[in-house]
């Protein structure tokens, strides 16, 4: 089967890695790495905000497996370990695809947030920067 995308059926961790884990990016490939992971909105307009964490896959894994903190309010499941993420805001609000351009920016000792099925992450957000608490 594939998706709305012309891509073979991505699982939800396949999906989550896609859109948001690479080690090498720099603050500088946001459009290019969007265009060439092809993520965006289900109608093809340009998502606002996409947070690339800076790690190898195995590391963001283990926040599923014995290296995070769950919290059972939220159903999330917090990083032990901070994270350099790269935030890709999108520059002009209601562009659509090809026109998407964005910002990037390189934030560190972040707290990752995802939601865990089957020990793996499939929905995540970065927090505040630590710093910012005195922490």
Same mark, same amino acid.
Do not use: W
């Given at each position: 089967?594939? *998706?709305?995308?012309?891509?073979?059926?991505? =699982?939800?961790?396949?999906?989550?890695?896609?859109?948001?884990?690479?080690?090498?990016?720099?603050?500088?490939?946001?459009?290019?790495?969007?265009?060439?992971?092809? =993520?965006?909105?289900?109608?093809?307009?340009?998502?606002?905000?996409?947070?690339?964490?800076?790690?190898?896959?195995?590391?963001?894994?283990?926040?599923?497996?014995?290296?995070?903190?769950?919290?059972?309010?939220?159903?999330?499941?917090?990083? *032990?370990? =901070?994270?350099?993420?790269?935030?890709?805001?999108?520059?002009?609000?209601?562009?659509?695809?090809?026109?998407?351009?964005?910002?990037?920016?390189?934030? *560190?000792?972040?707290?990752?947030?995802?939601?865990?099925?089957?020990?793996?992450?499939?929905?995540?957000?970065?927090?505040?920067?630590?710093?910012?608490?005195?922490?």
């Amino acid at each position: 089967m594939k *998706t709305p995308f012309n891509r073979p059926e991505e =699982t939800p961790y396949e999906k989550f890695r896609r859109q948001h884990v690479d080690a090498k990016m720099t603050k500088k490939q946001c459009d290019t790495e969007i265009s060439n992971r092809n =993520t965006y909105k289900i109608d093809n307009s340009c998502k606002e905000t996409n947070t690339f964490i800076l790690s190898i896959p195995a590391k963001v894994k283990s926040i599923c497996r014995g290296d995070g903190r769950y919290d059972e309010n939220s159903g999330m499941t917090y990083s *032990t370990a =901070t994270f350099r993420i790269i935030k890709c805001k999108l520059k002009h609000q209601g562009a659509r695809k090809p026109r998407c351009q964005y910002e990037g920016r390189l934030l *560190t000792n972040r707290i990752i947030v995802v939601k865990c099925e089957g020990q793996l992450p499939v929905i995540g957000r970065a927090s505040a920067d630590l710093n910012a608490h005195g922490n």
